[in-house]
Every structure is written in structure tokens, then in C-alpha cells.
């Protein structure tokens, strides 16, 4: 098993991080922790993960579970520093933090409008 630091310094080595989802993943954690290290996100599109991802900038997405090989290859091409700052733009605790408070208030105030993406 890798934890801790010696985890951190694996993934932030890595081409890609990669999630063959075969069902709808509710949450995304590990695909927020491999963007705050720099690893661009392969994956198949399910659940959460277009939500979390935006093809070709913070990672590549596909539905068909064939490509992902050529995709994580493809990540080579697609820039760690964009990854870090979109997650320190998008998934920090104080920005999360915000948006569960934005979210609260329209739910309190009987609003139906959907949210716009971070």
C-alpha cells in the first residue's frame, strides 16, 4: 500500500491518472487530489467526472473504454500547471465552502435555477 507523502510524489510523477468508471460515480475526490498535483485525468465520462474534468485542458474524456489507452498517451500533451491552478481555482476548501453557502441560500430561498459551473 501507498499512502501519505510517498502516494503525493507517485501521482504527481505520472502521465495521467486514470478512472475507468463502469458506473456513476457520485464523488470525486481522488480526481480533485490527482488535479492539485499536477496529474491530468484520463477517464471514461460518467457520474461526476465531466463535471470535475474539462477535456483537453485538465484532462480527457471519452465513453468508450477502447480509447483510454491512447488517451493517457495523448495526456503527455496537456500542461501540470493547468491542472494545479484550476483546482486551487476550483476545489479548495474555502471555495467549496462558498459554493455549499450559495447553494444553501437558494435552496432556502426556493430557487430552481441549477447552479452555474465553478
Given at each position: ?110 430557487v430552481a435555477k441549477p447552479l452555474q459551473p465553478a
Amino acid at each position: 500500500t501507498v499512502a501519505g507523502r510517498e502516494r503525493d510524489d507517485l501521482v504527481a510523477s505520472a502521465r495521467a491518472s486514470l478512472f475507468p468508471l463502469r458506473w456513476e460515480e457520485p464523488g470525486g475526490t481522488a480526481v480533485v487530489e490527482s488535479l492539485s498535483l499536477g496529474t491530468p485525468v484520463v477517464a471514461t465520462a460518467r457520474g461526476c467526472l465531466p463535471e470535475l474534468i474539462e477535456h483537453s485542458r485538465t484532462g480527457l474524456l471519452t465513453g468508450d473504454e477502447q480509447e483510454l489507452g491512447d488517451l493517457v498517451l495523448a495526456a503527455t500533451g496537456l500542461d501540470p500547471a493547468e491542472c494545479r491552478r484550476e483546482a486551487a481555482r476550483r476545489f479548495t476548501p474555502a471555495r467549496m465552502a462558498q459554493r455549499y453557502v450559495e447553494l444553501y441560500d437558494r435552496v432556502r430561498a426556493g430557487v430552481a435555477k441549477p447552479l452555474q459551473p465553478a
